[in-house]
């Protein structure tokens, strides 16, 4: 996920994009356009379509029983929005946002109880001017290069491009640093995209095949109303694959399809995770639009690592601790990054 302070919703959502892989658009109802039938129609969004009330032991129905008064009684736009915003923040989810169309209220996050914060804990851009001594850029979201002449580095910031596009980047990674004796992989910023991408890149480092992750979509009206499990396995992928020490490094922004990578490159045995622990959301989100015109998005599915435990809101653990402080970042210096040269 990105900074969306400030974005208005035509962009907010062609952001999205960005950290999710499986979006609709709906409209809602066409009922009268009052606050009470607003809040209306996105409680039965997020009834009929929320993936995670029973992993996080969510009780909706109390939820319209407390906010439903609030919402009846409110006068003005910013009354309803502090009405939906305290509904949705029972979710504690990143996947969850209104998406308004007034830059007075701006939008809001689930997870975040409010906006989503700048990063502070890393700069791609740090890296590349003070670290880097090459760095070939196949697009804005990936790009690859060599620390030193033994370490090389891959940066990915997404995976939203087809997955044609990252076998041939991939292919001309694995090329250039195949002589290296060992990568840094960075996705501190990865704000998602399609979980096969994910999928086919982890499978670049892997020497045999693990189930890394499960997931199954809400397709009916009750709350444990889902499709069959799907079984997701990591296993060699491509013309070759980088089988020597792979530090990967991740921070509380690392998220969905950033975070289904981290599941199967974790399952890899020459993987080392370095940084923070992850955002802790996985599953992916629909849009659907309210009656005044606002959005909302809804989490679908319920993700799972290979162990069977869902990570919903509260993300992935390194094996190795490490967590830049804003100062530092904003002098260049990287120390989880110099942590990752010398382990």
């Not at 974005?7 to 409209?27: A, D």
């Not at 370095?274 to 909302?296: E, K």
Request: with cysteine.
């Amino acid at each position: 996920m990105k900074n969306y302070i400030s974005i208005r919703i035509g962009t907010f959502i062609m952001l999205l994009l960005s950290f999710t892989s499986c979006e609709e658009m709906m409209v809602g109802e066409m009922l009268d356009n009052s606050n009470e039938n607003n809040f209306r129609v996105m409680w039965e969004k997020f009834d009929s379509h929320y993936g995670l009330f029973l992993v996080k032991d969510i009780d909706w129905d109390a939820v319209s029983a407390s906010h439903l008064p609030l919402a009846r009684a409110a006068k003005t736009e910013e009354e309803l929005f502090s009405v939906l915003s305290s509904a949705l923040s029972t979710l504690n989810d990143q996947h969850v946002n209104i998406l308004t169309t007034n830059p007075s209220l701006g939008d809001y996050n689930s997870g975040h109880n409010g906006h989503i914060p700048a990063q502070e804990d890393y700069l791609f851009e740090s890296v590349r001017d003070h670290y880097l001594i090459e760095y070939h850029e196949e697009n804005e979201n990936f790009g690859y290069g060599k620390l030193t002449e033994d370490i090389g580095y891959i940066h990915a910031s997404s995976y939203n491009d087809n997955i044609a596009f990252f076998k041939k980047a991939m292919d001309k990674a694995m090329r250039a640093l195949a002589s290296t004796k060992k990568i840094v992989f960075d996705i501190r910023d990865h704000a998602g995209g399609s979980d096969n991408v994910s999928k086919y890149i982890a499978g670049r480092f892997a020497t045999s095949k693990k189930l890394f992750m499960t997931s199954k979509k809400r397709n009916g009206p009750a709350h444990d109303n889902f499709e069959n499990l799907i079984e997701w396995y990591v296993e060699p992928e491509g013309e070759s694959q980088y089988t020597k020490p792979v530090i990967l490094l991740t921070t509380s922004r690392t998220i969905s399809a950033g975070e289904t990578f981290l599941f199967a490159m974790r399952e890899n045995d020459n993987v080392i995770h370095m940084g923070d622990t992850s955002a802790g959301a996985f599953t992916d989100a629909i849009v659907f639009q309210l009656l005044n015109g606002w959005a909302i998005t809804v989490g679908v599915g319920d993700y799972r690592g290979a162990d069977g435990k869902s990570y919903e809101g509260i993300g992935i653990a390194p094996h190795i601790y490490s967590i830049n402080q804003k100062a530092e970042v904003l002098k260049g210096v990287d120390k989880t990054l110099e942590m990752a040269i010398g382990y």
